[in-house]
């Protein structure tokens, strides 16, 4: 009982530093509206008007400082990426870990075939849920049964379970995160990989995330990322450069610790399909030196048992 009882402890903290992580959310929501994926001009707008409604402030300067335009090309390719790989996965149960103001929920949600769950801290979905009323007021989006937003903390296995009490059972479920594990030490990654390999174990489907970002020399790497992984620590107090894999092979092992089977896919697969650099008149070296290094893992519970042999 003393174990479990610090275990809760640890994760109530950890749940309540991570309020602050909320204004990098704002900064990806600014990076879309650079691309052509839908409802990224109206919900950054929302977004400006409830925080203004709430007392927070965030200047564009600001939001810029945290993720200058010049990487948006990188945001646009991660989503349209996922989106790539969950079409092809063909999953109608999606649960969205972190989702912050994404709007891959609202617009999958619209398909009624598809169920689509959010699990992400409560001042996020309060804001989320609002941003929703005033689409669906505005005529942007239809209102839905689809669509569940839900509040709670990635490390909390209950909560997961929570967020997907809508789903149907012994249907396959697609969880998916963007740039949630990068805020992560070791132990707590190690706690969602846990979680979301118990979830998959009794449902099956897959995890698909393309938070596998791993160390690179400052002279290889984009000078305008570091200066954002910079920006985020003296933010949130938390330097996620700490956090990064060493290579992709020992992101692929410690996945595979899990029991995960890993597929690699590269953010180069989409390159044609963005629309940022163009928008931005970005050089095609400049874009491709930020997209080059970048993977989204897609994982499957392997049929065999595991043992999980330290980190």
Not at 269 to 293: A, D, G, M, R, T
Request: net charge positive; with cysteine; proline share 4%.
């Amino acid at each position: 009982m003393r174990i479990k009882i610090l275990e809760k402890k640890r994760l109530s903290k950890t749940n309540y530093n991570y309020q602050s992580i909320s204004p990098t959310a704002c900064a990806v929501a600014y990076s879309r509206t650079f691309s052509d994926i839908p409802l990224s001009a109206e919900i950054f707008e929302e977004i400006q008007v409830i925080n203004a409604q709430i007392g927070i402030n965030f200047t564009i300067e600001q939001i810029k400082d945290i993720f200058p335009p010049e990487t948006a090309p990188m945001f646009e390719a991660r989503f349209k990426l996922v989106n790539k790989i969950l079409k092809e996965n063909g999953i109608t149960q999606i649960l969205e870990l972190a989702s912050g103001f994404s709007q891959r929920g609202f617009i999958i949600s619209q398909a009624p075939s598809m169920k689509y769950s959010e699990l992400d801290l409560p001042g996020i979905i309060e804001e989320k849920k609002s941003i929703a009323k005033n689409l669906i007021e505005k005529g942007k989006i239809k209102k839905t049964t689809n669509l569940h937003l839900n509040k709670g903390n990635t490390l909390i296995m209950e909560d997961l379970l929570s967020a997907t009490q809508e789903f149907e059972e012994n249907k396959p479920i697609a969880v998916l995160n963007e740039g949630l594990l990068r805020y992560l030490d070791y132990h707590e990654r190690t706690k969602v990989a846990e979680n979301i390999h118990q979830l998959l174990k009794k449902s099956g489907g897959v995890w698909i995330t393309p938070d596998s970002a791993v160390k690179m020399r400052r002279r290889n790497s984009s000078k305008l990322m570091y200066d954002s992984d910079e920006k985020i620590k003296q933010l949130t107090g938390i330097d996620v450069r700490k956090y990064y894999f060493k290579n992709e092979p020992e992101a692929k092992k410690f996945f595979e610790g899990f029991g995960f089977s890993v597929e690699r896919r590269n953010f180069m697969e989409v390159y044609s399909e963005l629309v940022s650099p163009k928008n931005l008149n970005l050089l095609p070296e400049v874009v491709k030196k930020i997209l080059q290094n970048r993977s989204v893992f897609i994982m499957k519970v392997k049929k065999v048992g595991f043992i999980r042999i330290g980190p």
